[in-house]
């Protein structure tokens, strides 16, 4: 019991720092990727190839001023950034990460809390992340920021909806709601994206949005509002709403690697005849592959594509999206009747 | 034991946000303490074994309905004290009014037979499959009943909100 308790600690330990240091080298990708698509370098300064630009980001950012603006509610304004940190690492938790290892005989799962109502625990969190940006907007005193606040609220609760029909056709389909049985059953090459195209599709789109990412950024729209929700904001405050961002990229492409790429699992890999541990770090290292493939298209998409107007925002959530995902439902309920 | 201890303050938590809810000068951060007093009670159904409706509670009341309470807050932009001052006779109504459904709610309590409620631990009624099943088995009818009475509630919110047109 107690080994389950220090286990689940460390594990719980080793994600958030694993989640913190993907969050530092995602910017220098992204920076480094945004040279590639506008044909110059990026940085390349600090460090060879510029790796210690994340480093040098940080202690930056340790080192500004903090300014609080006069008017603003003092409590809230330092609420709305930790909250928005703490909300973007609580969703790791609930997915697994790999099958279980053996240590002398005893079997660790690769997964924090196996709750049997997994999904739903996400989409909780999902849907309690927009606190933070709500919370520091107000909290700002400050039109710009409220605005950007107003917007990420509505933009967020339009696109949950889509986002959770998407889902239902995978828990109607898997018939479990908890995580691991949902990547249990996509052993091989069996992945939900093979029979849900169009829910990947959907659910894909709605990440873009909830994690406020272009073509969806805006709240933080800077052509109109400034800087959005974190116009106010400075020093590492600013730092965590910035951050919150890449860990939130990070852990949606987890989601959707574990909701539809067939998580932790590979054509072959079982049949290679590895023992338990070391079959278990290269499941991992297949998950982190096909996380890394969807930061890339992450980053693509947000090198390619201009800002979306708000009203086109807004139809394309509520008259294409949702739609499309209630017809997605019919069908799979209907294959689903026809077959059995 | 443990869980004694999260239930003292997981209980202390809801009734300080509630009272707080109504304390509070702002009115954002009344709805702030009455969205942590919405996760307390959350965190009370977990100590029930029933995740499932404390999960439904947090993405319903948490995730959508108190958004859209602050969304509308924020947008009204009330966070001046005097807007939420009354008349003296309109706050004394309010108390009696309260005092009675409070004195109502006791009485009732005090006849009701605690012991009869059945151990959520050994029934398992809370996990998702067994309360799927009492709800499309044995509550069929009244289930889709009242997913109606929600879309008549939506039709009619839409049809209020463009009354113009007609």
């Given at each position: 019991m107690t080994t389950q308790i220090i286990y689940k600690t460390l594990l719980a330990t080793i994600i958030l720092l694993l989640s913190l240091i993907v969050a530092m080298y995602s910017t220098l990708i992204e920076r480094k990727m945004a040279g590639w698509f506008q044909d110059r370098h990026g940085p390349n300064r600090t460090g060879p190839w510029g790796l210690l630009q994340p480093l040098a980001d940080g202690i930056k950012l340790f080192f500004k001023e903090e300014f609080m603006p006069a008017s603003a509610d003092k409590f809230l304004y330092i609420l709305g950034p930790s909250l928005t940190m703490f909300i973007a690492l609580l969703i790791s938790a609930a997915i697994p990460w790999g099958p279980d290892l053996v240590i002398n005989g005893a079997v660790y799962p690769l997964q924090v809390a196996d709750v049997n109502i997994g999904i739903l625990y996400i989409f909780a969190v999902l849907s309690i992340g927009v606190y933070g940006i709500m919370i520091g907007g107000w909290a700002s005193n400050n039109k710009y920021a409220l605005l950007g606040a107003v917007r990420a609220s509505s933009q967020m609760i339009s696109y949950e909806l889509a986002m959770s029909l998407s889902i239902v056709t995978i828990v109607m389909m898997t018939g479990s709601l908890s995580m691991s049985e949902i990547v249990a059953q996509q052993q091989g090459f069996n992945w939900n994206i093979f029979y849900q195209p169009l829910g990947f599709l959907i659910f894909l789109i709605c990440a873009f949005a909830e994690t406020n990412r272009a073509p969806f950024d805006l709240p933080e729209c800077e052509t109109e509002l400034v800087g959005g929700y974190h116009t106010e904001y400075s020093s590492m405050k600013l730092g965590f709403y910035l951050f919150a961002e890449y860990i939130n990229m990070f852990i949606s492409g987890a989601v959707m690697a574990t909701l539809f790429l067939g998580g932790y699992h590979f054509p072959g890999l079982d049949k290679l005849g590895l023992s338990p541990n070391v079959f278990a770090l290269v499941s991992f290292m297949v998950l982190f592959t096909k996380i890394t493939f969807f930061g890339f298209i992450f980053m693509w998409v947000r090198w390619t594509l201009p800002r979306f107007r708000y009203d086109q925002l807004m139809k394309l959530g509520w008259k294409s999206l949702i739609p499309i995902a209630i017809l997605n439902v019919v069908i799979t309920g209907v294959v689903i009747l026809l077959n059995l | 034991m443990f869980t004694e201890y999260i239930f003292h303050f997981l209980s202390i938590l809801s009734l300080f946000s509630a009272v707080m809810v109504l304390a509070s000068k702002k009115p954002i951060h009344s709805v702030l303490f009455l969205t942590l007093a919405f996760f307390a009670i959350a965190g009370h159904y977990v100590l029930l074994n029933a995740q499932f409706l404390a999960v439904v509670h947090v993405i319903v009341y948490a995730g959508a309905i108190m958004v859209l309470f602050l969304f509308t807050v924020m947008l009204l932009n009330?966070?001046?004290?005097?807007?939420s001052q009354k008349p003296m006779w309109v706050k004394i109504m309010a108390v009696i009014a309260g005092g009675m459904l409070m004195l109502t709610l006791i009485g009732i309590l005090r006849k009701y037979d605690i012991q009869s409620v059945q151990d959520p631990m050994t029934t398992q009624i809370g996990l998702v499959k067994n309360l799927g099943k009492i709800l499309y088995n044995d509550y069929f009818v009244p289930f889709e009943l009242s997913s109606v009475l929600f879309l008549t509630a939506m039709v009619g919110a839409v049809l209020l909100g463009k009354k113009e047109q007609i």
């Amino acid at each position: 019991m107690t080994t389950q308790i220090i286990y689940k600690t460390l594990l719980a330990t080793i994600i958030l720092l694993l989640s913190l240091i993907v969050a530092m080298y995602s910017t220098l990708i992204e920076r480094k990727m945004a040279g590639w698509f506008q044909d110059r370098h990026g940085p390349n300064r600090t460090g060879p190839w510029g790796l210690l630009q994340p480093l040098a980001d940080g202690i930056k950012l340790f080192f500004k001023e903090e300014f609080m603006p006069a008017s603003a509610d003092k409590f809230l304004y330092i609420l709305g950034p930790s909250l928005t940190m703490f909300i973007a690492l609580l969703i790791s938790a609930a997915i697994p990460w790999g099958p279980d290892l053996v240590i002398n005989g005893a079997v660790y799962p690769l997964q924090v809390a196996d709750v049997n109502i997994g999904i739903l625990y996400i989409f909780a969190v999902l849907s309690i992340g927009v606190y933070g940006i709500m919370i520091g907007g107000w909290a700002s005193n400050n039109k710009y920021a409220l605005l950007g606040a107003v917007r990420a609220s509505s933009q967020m609760i339009s696109y949950e909806l889509a986002m959770s029909l998407s889902i239902v056709t995978i828990v109607m389909m898997t018939g479990s709601l908890s995580m691991s049985e949902i990547v249990a059953q996509q052993q091989g090459f069996n992945w939900n994206i093979f029979y849900q195209p169009l829910g990947f599709l959907i659910f894909l789109i709605c990440a873009f949005a909830e994690t406020n990412r272009a073509p969806f950024d805006l709240p933080e729209c800077e052509t109109e509002l400034v800087g959005g929700y974190h116009t106010e904001y400075s020093s590492m405050k600013l730092g965590f709403y910035l951050f919150a961002e890449y860990i939130n990229m990070f852990i949606s492409g987890a989601v959707m690697a574990t909701l539809f790429l067939g998580g932790y699992h590979f054509p072959g890999l079982d049949k290679l005849g590895l023992s338990p541990n070391v079959f278990a770090l290269v499941s991992f290292m297949v998950l982190f592959t096909k996380i890394t493939f969807f930061g890339f298209i992450f980053m693509w998409v947000r090198w390619t594509l201009p800002r979306f107007r708000y009203d086109q925002l807004m139809k394309l959530g509520w008259k294409s999206l949702i739609p499309i995902a209630i017809l997605n439902v019919v069908i799979t309920g209907v294959v689903i009747l026809l077959n059995l | 034991m443990f869980t004694e201890y999260i239930f003292h303050f997981l209980s202390i938590l809801s009734l300080f946000s509630a009272v707080m809810v109504l304390a509070s000068k702002k009115p954002i951060h009344s709805v702030l303490f009455l969205t942590l007093a919405f996760f307390a009670i959350a965190g009370h159904y977990v100590l029930l074994n029933a995740q499932f409706l404390a999960v439904v509670h947090v993405i319903v009341y948490a995730g959508a309905i108190m958004v859209l309470f602050l969304f509308t807050v924020m947008l009204l932009n009330l966070n001046k004290d005097e807007q939420s001052q009354k008349p003296m006779w309109v706050k004394i109504m309010a108390v009696i009014a309260g005092g009675m459904l409070m004195l109502t709610l006791i009485g009732i309590l005090r006849k009701y037979d605690i012991q009869s409620v059945q151990d959520p631990m050994t029934t398992q009624i809370g996990l998702v499959k067994n309360l799927g099943k009492i709800l499309y088995n044995d509550y069929f009818v009244p289930f889709e009943l009242s997913s109606v009475l929600f879309l008549t509630a939506m039709v009619g919110a839409v049809l209020l909100g463009k009354k113009e047109q007609i």
